[in-house]
């Protein structure tokens, strides 16, 4: 049974950083193709990032400078650094993972992802 488990969710002041964590079982991150996704209410979920199973990455232009995403196969974790956090950048935070082939096209469509997290609360204040 595959089950993704975000954390490090937090509300933190506008210029300030987190780290989320996205613990997989069931599923190996580094063959995978994994993205981060945030939805703030009364909006559609968007993708933020998304790493192949080559290492491949891709931002949502919005974050791009700001947020990095990261495996740790060892640990079989996807991260997001994010640092200069903006107050637009509140949302509930999920992580998703699909097998490959991981087509660059299609890394922010959340319908290509079979399998998500709970999601870890973002909050940014300014």
């Known amino acids: 049974q595959v089950q993704l488990v975000e954390s490090g969710g937090d509300s933190v002041q506008a210029g300030g950083s987190l780290r989320l964590s996205c613990a997989a079982a069931g599923y190996t991150v580094g063959s995978a193709c994994m993205g981060w996704f945030r939805q703030a209410p009364g909006k559609e979920r968007e993708g933020v990032a998304a790493v192949r199973d080559d290492g491949y990455t891709r931002y949502t232009d919005s974050v791009k400078g700001r947020f990095t995403i990261s495996k740790d196969n060892a640990k079989n974790t996807l991260y997001l650094q994010m640092n200069s956090l903006k107050p637009e950048d509140t949302a509930m935070y999920y992580c998703?993972?699909?097998?490959?082939?991981?087509?660059?096209?299609?890394?922010?469509?959340?319908?290509?992802?079979?399998?998500w997290g709970q999601g870890t609360q973002v909050t940014v204040s300014s």
């Open positions: 998703a993972a699909e097998r490959p082939p991981c087509d660059p096209t299609t890394l922010f469509l959340a319908g290509r992802y079979a399998y």
